[in-house]
Protein backbone atom coordinates (compact mmCIF):
# COMPACT_ATOMS: atom_id res chain seq x y z
CA UNK A 1 0.00 0.00 0.00
CA UNK A 2 1.61 3.28 -0.90
CA UNK A 3 2.29 6.22 1.13
CA UNK A 4 -0.39 8.13 -0.42
CA UNK A 5 -3.56 5.70 -0.08
CA UNK A 6 -2.48 4.91 3.74
CA UNK A 7 -2.96 9.18 4.84
CA UNK A 8 -6.26 9.06 2.53
CA UNK A 9 -7.35 5.96 4.91
CA UNK A 10 -6.06 7.66 7.96
CA UNK A 11 -7.97 11.20 6.52
CA UNK A 12 -10.96 9.18 6.45
CA UNK A 13 -10.55 7.55 9.77
CA UNK A 14 -9.92 11.27 11.24
CA UNK A 15 -13.23 12.83 9.44
CA UNK A 16 -15.63 10.45 10.39
CA UNK A 17 -14.71 10.56 14.40
CA UNK A 18 -14.40 14.34 14.06
CA UNK A 19 -17.86 14.63 12.26
CA UNK A 20 -19.64 12.52 14.97
CA UNK A 21 -17.46 14.45 17.85
CA UNK A 22 -18.76 17.67 16.37
CA UNK A 23 -22.61 16.41 16.04
CA UNK A 24 -22.25 14.88 19.33
CA UNK A 25 -20.88 18.29 21.01
CA UNK A 26 -23.37 20.36 18.83
CA UNK A 27 -26.58 18.32 20.72
CA UNK A 28 -25.29 18.71 24.05
CA UNK A 29 -24.91 22.21 23.57
CA UNK A 30 -28.44 22.83 22.25
CA UNK A 31 -28.97 21.05 24.89
CA UNK A 32 -27.58 23.32 28.13
CA UNK A 33 -28.76 26.05 25.64
CA UNK A 34 -32.62 25.00 26.19
CA UNK A 35 -31.68 24.50 30.06
CA UNK A 36 -31.03 27.67 30.58
CA UNK A 37 -33.45 29.11 28.42
CA UNK A 38 -36.26 27.58 30.44
CA UNK A 39 -34.19 28.51 34.15
CA UNK A 40 -34.17 32.40 32.85
CA UNK A 41 -37.74 32.81 31.46
CA UNK A 42 -38.49 30.57 34.97
CA UNK A 43 -36.51 33.22 36.85
CA UNK A 44 -38.15 36.11 35.76
CA UNK A 45 -41.78 35.35 35.72
CA UNK A 46 -41.52 34.01 39.25
CA UNK A 47 -40.17 37.16 40.34
CA UNK A 48 -42.86 39.10 38.17
CA UNK A 49 -45.38 37.38 40.02
CA UNK A 50 -43.61 37.55 43.22
CA UNK A 51 -44.19 41.32 43.10
CA UNK A 52 -47.32 41.20 41.57
CA UNK A 53 -48.75 38.46 42.46
CA UNK A 54 -52.07 39.55 39.67
CA UNK A 55 -49.65 38.89 36.78
CA UNK A 56 -50.10 35.63 37.18
CA UNK A 57 -52.61 34.59 35.25
CA UNK A 58 -51.50 36.93 32.28
CA UNK A 59 -48.42 35.50 32.34
CA UNK A 60 -50.01 31.82 31.93
CA UNK A 61 -51.91 33.09 28.88
CA UNK A 62 -49.20 34.66 26.85
CA UNK A 63 -46.97 32.04 27.84
CA UNK A 64 -49.67 29.84 25.80
CA UNK A 65 -49.90 32.28 23.27
CA UNK A 66 -45.85 32.78 22.79
CA UNK A 67 -44.10 29.15 23.40
CA UNK A 68 -40.78 29.14 22.76
CA UNK A 69 -39.75 32.89 23.27
CA UNK A 70 -37.15 33.28 25.68
CA UNK A 71 -35.27 36.50 27.50
CA UNK A 72 -32.26 37.35 29.36
CA UNK A 73 -33.24 37.83 33.08
CA UNK A 74 -31.37 37.15 35.81
CA UNK A 75 -31.19 33.52 37.13
CA UNK A 76 -32.58 32.79 40.11
CA UNK A 77 -33.16 29.72 42.37
CA UNK A 78 -36.61 29.07 42.43
CA UNK A 79 -37.05 27.15 38.98
CA UNK A 80 -40.82 26.25 39.67
CA UNK A 81 -42.66 28.97 38.23
CA UNK A 82 -43.14 27.48 34.79
CA UNK A 83 -43.24 23.78 35.68
CA UNK A 84 -46.11 25.03 38.25
CA UNK A 85 -47.71 25.67 35.15
CA UNK A 86 -47.37 22.74 33.44
CA UNK A 87 -44.41 23.98 30.98
CA UNK A 88 -41.45 21.75 30.40
CA UNK A 89 -37.77 23.04 28.69
CA UNK A 90 -39.21 20.69 26.14
CA UNK A 91 -42.24 23.40 25.19
CA UNK A 92 -39.63 26.10 24.43
CA UNK A 93 -37.14 24.32 22.25
CA UNK A 94 -39.21 22.01 20.03
CA UNK A 95 -38.10 23.53 16.89
CA UNK A 96 -34.36 23.65 17.92
CA UNK A 97 -34.37 20.13 18.87
CA UNK A 98 -36.19 18.63 16.01
CA UNK A 99 -33.62 20.31 13.90
CA UNK A 100 -30.71 19.19 16.32
CA UNK A 101 -32.29 15.70 16.30
CA UNK A 102 -32.52 15.51 12.20
CA UNK A 103 -28.74 17.15 12.45
CA UNK A 104 -27.22 14.73 14.48
CA UNK A 105 -29.14 11.54 12.56
CA UNK A 106 -27.63 13.08 9.18
CA UNK A 107 -24.45 13.51 10.63
CA UNK A 108 -24.23 10.23 12.92
CA UNK A 109 -25.18 8.43 9.35
CA UNK A 110 -22.69 10.14 7.49
CA UNK A 111 -20.10 9.83 9.60
CA UNK A 112 -20.71 5.79 10.44
CA UNK A 113 -20.91 5.84 6.36
CA UNK A 114 -17.79 7.61 5.82
CA UNK A 115 -16.10 5.00 8.14
CA UNK A 116 -17.32 2.08 7.63
CA UNK A 117 -16.35 2.74 3.75
CA UNK A 118 -12.79 3.51 4.69
CA UNK A 119 -12.84 0.87 6.88
CA UNK A 120 -13.77 -1.46 3.99
CA UNK A 121 -11.70 0.42 1.95
CA UNK A 122 -8.63 -0.20 3.67
CA UNK A 123 -9.42 -3.88 4.37
CA UNK A 124 -10.07 -4.68 0.67
CA UNK A 125 -6.51 -2.89 0.05
CA UNK A 126 -4.99 -4.92 2.93
CA UNK A 127 -6.27 -8.42 0.95
CA UNK A 128 -5.31 -7.38 -1.98
CA UNK A 129 -1.64 -6.92 -0.81
CA UNK A 130 -1.94 -10.38 0.90
CA UNK A 131 -2.75 -12.27 -2.24
CA UNK A 132 -0.30 -10.60 -4.20
CA UNK A 133 2.42 -11.75 -1.67
CA UNK A 134 0.35 -14.77 -1.67
CA UNK A 135 0.66 -15.01 -5.59
CA UNK A 136 5.04 -13.77 -5.51
CA UNK A 137 5.50 -16.09 -3.10
CA UNK A 138 3.91 -19.03 -5.16
CA UNK A 139 5.62 -18.08 -7.92
CA UNK A 140 9.23 -17.89 -5.86
CA UNK A 141 8.32 -21.83 -5.13
CA UNK A 142 8.06 -22.31 -8.79
CA UNK A 143 11.93 -20.51 -9.79
CA UNK A 144 9.47 -17.97 -12.13
CA UNK A 145 9.58 -14.91 -9.73
CA UNK A 146 11.27 -11.71 -10.82
CA UNK A 147 12.75 -9.61 -8.00
CA UNK A 148 10.23 -7.12 -5.74
CA UNK A 149 10.08 -3.83 -5.56
CA UNK A 150 8.63 -2.30 -2.28
CA UNK A 151 7.89 1.37 -2.67
CA UNK A 152 6.21 2.71 0.52
CA UNK A 153 6.85 2.99 4.60
CA UNK A 154 3.96 1.26 5.89
CA UNK A 155 3.86 -2.22 7.38
CA UNK A 156 3.33 -3.99 3.87
CA UNK A 157 6.14 -2.41 2.45
CA UNK A 158 8.91 -3.80 5.41
CA UNK A 159 6.93 -6.61 4.65
CA UNK A 160 7.77 -6.48 1.00
CA UNK A 161 11.46 -5.39 1.71
CA UNK A 162 11.97 -8.77 3.88
CA UNK A 163 10.83 -11.02 1.30
CA UNK A 164 13.32 -9.19 -1.29
CA UNK A 165 15.55 -9.74 1.08
CA UNK A 166 14.93 -12.81 1.62
CA UNK A 167 14.45 -14.02 -1.85
CA UNK A 168 17.83 -12.47 -3.31
CA UNK A 169 19.08 -14.27 -0.62
CA UNK A 170 17.22 -17.59 -2.05
CA UNK A 171 18.26 -17.03 -5.34
CA UNK A 172 21.88 -16.41 -4.34
CA UNK A 173 21.93 -19.66 -2.38
CA UNK A 174 20.69 -21.73 -5.43
CA UNK A 175 23.26 -20.30 -7.92
CA UNK A 176 26.05 -20.72 -5.39
CA UNK A 177 24.88 -24.45 -5.32
CA UNK A 178 24.36 -25.49 -8.81
CA UNK A 179 27.84 -23.50 -9.61
CA UNK A 180 29.35 -25.74 -6.88
CA UNK A 181 27.64 -29.02 -7.92
CA UNK A 182 28.71 -27.99 -11.41
CA UNK A 183 32.58 -27.49 -10.35
CA UNK A 184 32.24 -31.11 -7.79
CA UNK A 185 30.97 -32.54 -11.32
CA UNK A 186 33.98 -30.82 -12.95
CA UNK A 187 36.69 -31.52 -10.18
CA UNK A 188 35.59 -35.27 -9.96
CA UNK A 189 35.60 -35.59 -13.95
CA UNK A 190 39.37 -33.98 -13.43
CA UNK A 191 40.30 -36.48 -10.91
CA UNK A 192 39.52 -39.68 -12.07
CA UNK A 193 40.91 -37.94 -15.42
CA UNK A 194 44.46 -37.82 -13.22
CA UNK A 195 44.25 -40.92 -11.20
CA UNK A 196 43.55 -42.80 -14.62
CA UNK A 197 47.07 -41.72 -16.32
CA UNK A 198 49.04 -43.42 -13.58
CA UNK A 199 46.87 -46.27 -13.32
CA UNK A 200 47.55 -46.91 -16.78
CA UNK A 201 51.63 -46.16 -16.77
CA UNK A 202 52.15 -48.44 -13.91
CA UNK A 203 49.86 -51.17 -15.24
CA UNK A 204 51.22 -51.55 -18.40
CA UNK A 205 55.14 -51.65 -16.66
CA UNK A 206 53.75 -54.43 -14.60
CA UNK A 207 52.53 -56.23 -17.82
CA UNK A 208 55.78 -55.38 -19.17
CA UNK A 209 57.37 -57.05 -15.94
CA UNK A 210 54.86 -60.28 -16.63
CA UNK A 211 56.63 -60.78 -19.94
CA UNK A 212 59.72 -60.91 -18.17
CA UNK A 213 61.36 -58.61 -19.91
CA UNK A 214 65.29 -57.80 -19.68
CA UNK A 215 65.21 -54.30 -17.62
CA UNK A 216 62.82 -55.11 -14.94
CA UNK A 217 64.31 -52.23 -13.18
CA UNK A 218 63.16 -49.94 -15.53
CA UNK A 219 59.76 -51.24 -14.92
CA UNK A 220 59.84 -50.85 -11.16
CA UNK A 221 61.01 -47.36 -11.36
CA UNK A 222 57.80 -46.53 -13.77
CA UNK A 223 55.83 -47.87 -11.43
CA UNK A 224 57.44 -46.31 -8.01
CA UNK A 225 57.37 -43.34 -9.78
CA UNK A 226 53.56 -43.42 -10.35
CA UNK A 227 52.36 -44.58 -7.25
CA UNK A 228 53.99 -41.22 -5.92
CA UNK A 229 52.35 -39.77 -7.96
CA UNK A 230 48.77 -41.06 -6.79
CA UNK A 231 50.34 -40.13 -3.32
CA UNK A 232 51.05 -36.81 -4.18
CA UNK A 233 47.67 -36.38 -5.77
CA UNK A 234 46.21 -37.67 -3.20
CA UNK A 235 47.84 -35.93 -0.51
CA UNK A 236 46.97 -32.52 -2.72
CA UNK A 237 43.25 -33.30 -3.21
CA UNK A 238 42.93 -34.02 0.73
CA UNK A 239 44.02 -30.29 1.42
CA UNK A 240 41.91 -28.93 -1.31
CA UNK A 241 38.89 -30.81 -0.10
CA UNK A 242 40.20 -29.93 4.13
CA UNK A 243 40.06 -26.00 2.60
CA UNK A 244 36.95 -26.49 0.81
CA UNK A 245 34.52 -27.87 3.88
CA UNK A 246 36.92 -25.19 5.78
CA UNK A 247 38.23 -27.60 8.52
CA UNK A 248 41.93 -26.65 7.30
CA UNK A 249 43.07 -24.27 10.15
CA UNK A 250 46.02 -22.23 9.67
CA UNK A 251 48.07 -20.79 12.45
CA UNK A 252 49.20 -17.39 11.79
CA UNK A 253 52.64 -16.26 13.42
CA UNK A 254 55.06 -14.15 13.12
CA UNK A 255 57.62 -15.58 10.30
CA UNK A 256 60.94 -14.79 8.73
CA UNK A 257 60.40 -14.53 5.47
CA UNK A 258 63.67 -15.20 4.68
CA UNK A 259 63.47 -18.47 6.62
CA UNK A 260 60.82 -19.44 5.08
CA UNK A 261 62.39 -19.39 1.77
CA UNK A 262 65.38 -21.10 2.53
CA UNK A 263 63.02 -23.91 4.23
CA UNK A 264 61.25 -24.51 1.06
CA UNK A 265 64.57 -24.62 -1.04
CA UNK A 266 65.73 -27.18 1.30
CA UNK A 267 62.95 -29.74 1.31
CA UNK A 268 63.41 -29.46 -2.94
CA UNK A 269 67.12 -29.71 -2.82
CA UNK A 270 67.10 -33.36 -4.12
CA UNK A 271 65.29 -32.66 -6.86
CA UNK A 272 67.15 -29.78 -7.80
CA UNK A 273 70.35 -31.40 -8.12
CA UNK A 274 68.59 -33.52 -9.60
CA UNK A 275 67.25 -30.77 -12.56
CA UNK A 276 70.76 -29.33 -12.61
CA UNK A 277 68.71 -25.77 -10.94
CA UNK A 278 70.01 -24.11 -8.26
CA UNK A 279 67.94 -21.21 -6.00
CA UNK A 280 69.45 -18.17 -5.70
CA UNK A 281 67.91 -16.22 -2.14
CA UNK A 282 69.71 -13.01 -0.93
CA UNK A 283 69.34 -12.00 2.38
CA UNK A 284 68.07 -8.71 3.33
CA UNK A 285 67.66 -8.43 6.96
CA UNK A 286 64.64 -9.30 9.24
CA UNK A 287 61.50 -8.70 7.33
CA UNK A 288 58.43 -10.17 8.97
CA UNK A 289 54.83 -12.02 8.04
CA UNK A 290 51.54 -13.24 10.09
CA UNK A 291 51.55 -17.02 8.46
CA UNK A 292 51.67 -20.01 8.69
CA UNK A 293 55.04 -21.74 7.93
CA UNK A 294 54.02 -24.84 7.54
CA UNK A 295 51.43 -24.47 4.96
CA UNK A 296 52.82 -21.48 3.78
CA UNK A 297 56.33 -23.21 2.90
CA UNK A 298 53.95 -25.94 0.75
CA UNK A 299 52.78 -23.28 -1.32
CA UNK A 300 55.87 -21.49 -2.04
CA UNK A 301 57.30 -25.00 -2.65
CA UNK A 302 54.17 -25.41 -5.25
CA UNK A 303 55.83 -22.37 -6.93
CA UNK A 304 59.33 -23.21 -7.04
CA UNK A 305 58.71 -26.63 -8.39
CA UNK A 306 56.77 -25.02 -11.27
CA UNK A 307 59.62 -22.87 -11.76
CA UNK A 308 62.12 -25.46 -11.43
CA UNK A 309 60.10 -27.50 -14.44
CA UNK A 310 59.54 -25.29 -16.51
CA UNK A 311 63.72 -24.27 -16.32
CA UNK A 312 66.30 -25.92 -18.50
CA UNK A 313 69.72 -27.30 -16.62
CA UNK A 314 72.40 -25.04 -15.45
CA UNK A 315 69.73 -22.34 -14.52
CA UNK A 316 69.23 -20.47 -11.17
CA UNK A 317 65.56 -19.77 -9.73
CA UNK A 318 65.52 -16.35 -7.98
CA UNK A 319 63.99 -14.87 -4.75
CA UNK A 320 63.68 -11.44 -3.38
CA UNK A 321 61.16 -9.58 -0.99
CA UNK A 322 60.21 -6.59 0.67
CA UNK A 323 57.99 -4.77 2.42
CA UNK A 324 56.39 -2.06 3.32
CA UNK A 325 53.76 -0.50 5.87
CA UNK A 326 51.10 -2.39 4.03
CA UNK A 327 52.23 -5.60 3.12
CA UNK A 328 55.30 -7.72 2.52
CA UNK A 329 55.71 -8.56 -1.15
CA UNK A 330 57.95 -12.22 -2.29
CA UNK A 331 58.97 -12.47 -6.04
CA UNK A 332 60.11 -15.81 -7.33
CA UNK A 333 61.00 -15.95 -10.87
CA UNK A 334 62.67 -18.58 -13.16
CA UNK A 335 64.91 -18.14 -16.54
CA UNK A 336 62.77 -19.82 -18.68
CA UNK A 337 60.88 -18.95 -21.54
CA UNK A 338 58.00 -17.63 -19.24
CA UNK A 339 53.87 -18.55 -19.40
CA UNK A 340 52.03 -18.70 -23.00
CA UNK A 341 49.87 -15.77 -22.72
CA UNK A 342 46.42 -17.62 -23.35
CA UNK A 343 47.75 -19.68 -19.97
CA UNK A 344 48.07 -16.70 -17.65
CA UNK A 345 44.59 -16.39 -16.81
CA UNK A 346 44.20 -19.76 -15.75
CA UNK A 347 46.65 -20.71 -14.42
CA UNK A 348 45.57 -20.92 -10.90
CA UNK A 349 42.32 -23.15 -11.62
CA UNK A 350 42.37 -26.55 -10.66
CA UNK A 351 43.46 -28.93 -12.59
CA UNK A 352 44.62 -26.69 -16.00
CA UNK A 353 47.88 -27.66 -17.33
CA UNK A 354 48.84 -25.10 -19.70
CA UNK A 355 50.86 -26.06 -22.58
CA UNK A 356 53.96 -26.69 -21.26
CA UNK A 357 52.90 -28.94 -18.92
CA UNK A 358 55.34 -31.80 -17.98
CA UNK A 359 53.37 -35.59 -18.01
CA UNK A 360 54.04 -35.29 -13.91
CA UNK A 361 51.98 -32.43 -13.25
CA UNK A 362 48.27 -32.51 -12.30
CA UNK A 363 47.34 -29.05 -12.12
CA UNK A 364 46.94 -28.74 -8.35
CA UNK A 365 50.08 -27.36 -7.31
CA UNK A 366 49.23 -23.50 -8.15
CA UNK A 367 45.87 -24.14 -7.29
CA UNK A 368 46.80 -25.13 -3.91
CA UNK A 369 49.30 -22.17 -3.50
CA UNK A 370 46.68 -19.63 -4.42
CA UNK A 371 44.01 -21.38 -1.90
CA UNK A 372 46.74 -20.88 0.93
CA UNK A 373 48.18 -17.39 0.69
CA UNK A 374 44.91 -16.21 -0.15
CA UNK A 375 43.61 -17.55 3.19
CA UNK A 376 46.26 -15.70 5.30
CA UNK A 377 44.84 -12.52 3.46
CA UNK A 378 47.21 -12.09 0.76
CA UNK A 379 47.21 -12.15 -3.18
CA UNK A 380 49.09 -14.10 -5.79
CA UNK A 381 49.87 -13.41 -9.62
CA UNK A 382 51.18 -14.83 -12.62
CA UNK A 383 53.30 -12.76 -14.96
CA UNK A 384 56.26 -13.16 -17.60
CA UNK A 385 58.95 -10.81 -16.90
CA UNK A 386 59.81 -8.02 -19.33
CA UNK A 387 63.14 -9.91 -21.06
CA UNK A 388 61.98 -13.80 -20.20
CA UNK A 389 60.96 -16.15 -17.78
CA UNK A 390 58.18 -16.17 -15.68
CA UNK A 391 56.96 -14.55 -12.37
CA UNK A 392 55.07 -15.03 -8.94
CA UNK A 393 54.19 -12.40 -6.93
CA UNK A 394 53.23 -13.13 -3.77
CA UNK A 395 51.62 -9.92 -1.31
CA UNK A 396 50.55 -10.78 2.37
CA UNK A 397 48.71 -7.66 3.88
CA UNK A 398 49.11 -6.63 7.25
Known sequence: MSKQKSSLI?????????????????????????????????????????????????????LKDHTGNTGICPDRTDYTFLPSLGYQEADFSKPSCLRTSLLAVIGFVTGT???????????????????????????????????LSAPGEDDFAKLEDEIYKTVTALYHTKDTA??????????????AHQIKTPLTAASLSLQMLKRRSESPEHHMAQIEKQLLRLTHLEESLLVL??????TLLLQREETDVFTLLV????????????????????????????????WTMEAVMNLMKNCMEHSGADT???????QNPLYTEILIWDEGDGFAKEDIPHLFERFYRGRSAGESGAGI????????????????????????????EIRFYH
Request: aromatic share 6%.
Open 10 to 62: TLGFVLSVSLITSIISAMLVSSHDSRTQFRLLNAICSETTAQAPETREIISAV
Open 113 to 147: SLFILAFLYRNRMEAARIRALADYLAQVHTGKAPL
Open 178 to 191: VQAKNDFAKNLSNI
Open 241 to 246: SRMDAG
Open 263 to 294: LAADNLQELLVDSAVSIDIPEFGEMMAAIDLD
Open 316 to 322: TIHCSYA
Open 365 to 392: GLALAKEIIERQNGTIRAMNKPNSGALF
